[in-house]
């Protein structure tokens, strides 16, 4: 998710002529002392943790324990907890699927505790941003070395040998954000998607960093082929997911897509677009958390505009 969001209640500032304001969506935030972290043994040394923030990896071996993003830090101490609970060997690596603080929050417990975090170069560049303009008091990014990542992966596959297993680690095409690494445990047959994949509920898209709904359409059919009948899906957000529920999804947001530029071709304004519910049929599927329909609209209009797209309709 955006580091501007995470839970129950939504404020959206739409579109003025005067001035304009990114959509935003307010979290309430739970109490981080009852929220559980869930273990999903997925098989072969794989797990995912599963609690508050984004969805955690973890492959543990005799040789430590590599984890694929790192949650709230007001978690950090359970999630410890969960990773001891499956191996007693320590954290050497934690890879940072996208800047978000959902995924990134940890960090630094983990770098202070002997990490290395890893990220791709677009990451490491929003959070050392992040941290920058940063103000005195704020809860997130703030100025803190052991936070940024300390290598920098480029384009394409990275391969790492840990466990006896290979993960592969890939720079997508922009989609959630221009910086999103998805992650595939290959022996064990998981796919680790980062927030490219929200299982259950609408995307967000951070179109203000690199993100956008044309990447993310584009993005299921590589997903796709990366997974095979049996694969099991770890999402940004949301229980474990199959390879057909990727093609579920990419469906939506193809709806989705069409419905907003439509509207655009047809001189709707961003708050006529809104008012006109075009997303009504879906909410009962897809509506039913985080994130809602005024907020999708918003972005993904934003995110047409920003791309200078909106004439193109894409066909069903
Ligand atoms: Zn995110």
């Given at each position: 998710m955006s580091k501007r969001i995470s839970a129950a209640s939504l404020v959206l500032l739409m579109t003025t002529a005067a001035a304009w304001a990114a959509p935003e969506l307010k979290m309430d935030l739970p109490d981080w002392k009852t929220t559980p972290v869930v273990d999903r043994n997925l098989g072969h040394g794989v797990h995912m943790l599963e609690s508050f923030g984004g969805n955690i990896g973890v492959l543990a071996g005799a040789s430590g324990v590599l984890l694929v993003d790192a949650e709230w830090p007001q978690l950090n101490s359970r999630v410890q907890d969960a990773i001891a609970r499956i191996a007693p060997q320590p954290v050497r690596y934690v890879i940072d699927t996208h800047w978000h603080w959902d995924h990134v929050g940890g960090n630094a417990d983990f770098a202070r505790r002997g990490a290395l975090v890893i990220s791709s170069r677009e990451t490491h560049d929003y959070i050392v941003a992040a941290q920058r303009s940063a103000k005195a008091g704020d809860a997130q990014y703030f100025?803190?070395?052991?936070?940024?990542?300390?290598?920098?992966?480029?384009?394409?596959?990275?391969?790492?040998?840990?466990?006896?297993?290979?993960?592969?680690?890939?720079?997508?095409?922009?989609?959630?954000?221009?910086?999103?690494?998805?992650?595939?445990?290959?022996?064990?047959?998981?796919?680790?998607?980062?927030?490219?994949?929200?299982?259950?509920?609408?995307?967000?898209?951070?179109?203000?960093?690199?993100?956008?709904?044309?990447?993310?359409?584009?993005?299921?059919?590589?997903?796709?082929?990366?997974?095979?009948?049996?694969?099991?899906?770890i999402p940004g957000h949301g229980p474990v997911?199959?390879?057909?529920?990727?093609?579920?999804?990419?469906?939506?947001?193809?709806?989705?897509?069409?419905?907003?530029?439509?509207?655009?071709?047809?001189?709707?304004?961003?708050?006529?677009?809104?008012?006109?519910?075009?997303?009504?049929?879906?909410?009962?599927?897809?509506?039913?958390?985080?994130?809602?329909?005024?907020?999708?609209?918003?972005?993904?209009?934003?995110?047409?505009?920003?791309?200078?797209?909106?004439?193109?309709?894409?066909?069903?």
């Open positions: 100025p803190d070395a052991a936070a940024v990542p300390a290598f920098a992966l480029g384009p394409g596959t990275q391969r790492f040998y840990i466990a006896g297993q290979t993960v592969e680690i890939f720079h997508a095409p922009p989609a959630h954000t221009d910086g999103d690494l998805v992650v595939r445990y290959v022996e064990a047959d998981v796919l680790q998607t980062g927030d490219t994949f929200f299982h259950g509920f609408y995307p967000d898209i951070d179109f203000e960093h690199g993100g956008t709904i044309d990447g993310m359409i584009a993005l299921y059919d590589i997903l796709y082929q990366m997974c095979g009948p049996r694969t099991k899906v997911a199959t390879r057909e529920d990727l093609r579920t999804y990419q469906a939506m947001l193809r709806t989705v897509r069409q419905r907003v530029a439509q509207a655009m071709a047809r001189g709707l304004t961003e708050e006529q677009l809104i008012a006109s519910h075009p997303l009504d049929d879906l909410d009962k599927t897809w509506g039913g958390n985080l994130v809602k329909q005024p907020y999708l609209l918003a972005i993904v209009y934003e995110d047409l505009k920003l791309h200078a797209l909106a004439p193109h309709v894409e066909s069903p």
